[in-house]
Every structure is written in C-alpha cells, then in structure tokens.
C-alpha cells in the first residue's frame, strides 16, 4: 500500500510559476519512474514530464523550457518547477510513482488525488 500526496497547486497569472512536490510513502522497496500528468477540461490526461530513478529525463513538447522535474530518491518525492506559465497550462496536475513493494522487479503505478493549476491570462 502506497500513498502519494501533493501539494503546491494554486492560482497564477500568466508569466508567472508554480513548484508542485510530491510524496510517496508506504511499502517501498523501490521506485523507478516518477512523473507527473495533466488534465485540463475536456481533454485527454497527458504526460507532462517523468524522471527515472537514474535522473534521466522525459518532457512534453508544449512545456519544454518552462517546466523542470526533479526527485529526490532519499526522500521519495518529486518535483515540478513550473516557470512562464500560460493558460494552457490549466489542468489538474497528477504525480505518478512506479513502485516495487515486494518483488524488486515488479512495479506497480500509483496516481495522487490531483492538484489544481489555474493560469489566468
């Protein structure tokens, strides 16, 4: 049983930033790939941006440059610095962690509850 809880979420204007974090805690051997998702009304959830546990990084094209992941593996959290936001930005920000609670090799996905980014222009 894992649980991941985040915070940071809020109303902005346009130009402005956001750092979301997360926290995963539970039965952890290990977690492998973090991230974090959007949902914005009327649209399909997409992938924002994911880590591995090794650092390397995975970005969507329409936040590149704006929006920096990071973790940290002591403390099984991530992050998102989110910096020159827009409206389109707007969503419901999900993190993800991808976590082995018994086998090493066997991993499993847990979603939190969602945070809410609003961008006004």
């Known amino acids: 049983q894992v649980q991941l809880v985040e915070s940071g979420g809020g109303l902005v204007q346009a130009g402005g930033s956001l750092r979301l974090s997360c926290a995963a805690s539970?039965?952890?051997?290990?977690?492998?790939?973090m991230g974090w998702y959007r949902q914005a009304p009327g649209k399909q959830r997409e992938l924002v941006a994911a880590?591995?546990?090794?650092?390397?990084?995975n970005y969507a094209d329409t936040v590149k440059g704006r929006l920096a992941i990071s973790r940290d593996n002591a403390k099984n959290t991530v992050s998102l610095q989110m910096n020159s936001l827009k409206p389109e930005d707007t969503a419901v920000y999900y993190c993800?962690?991808?976590?082995?609670?018994?086998?090493?090799?066997?991993?499993?996905?847990?979603w939190g509850q969602g945070t809410q980014v609003t961008v006004s222009s």
């Open positions: 880590i591995t546990s090794g650092g390397s990084e």
């Open positions: 539970g039965s952890i051997v290990s977690i492998n790939r």
């Open positions: 993800t962690a991808d976590v082995a609670e018994v086998t090493p090799t066997v991993y499993i996905r847990y």
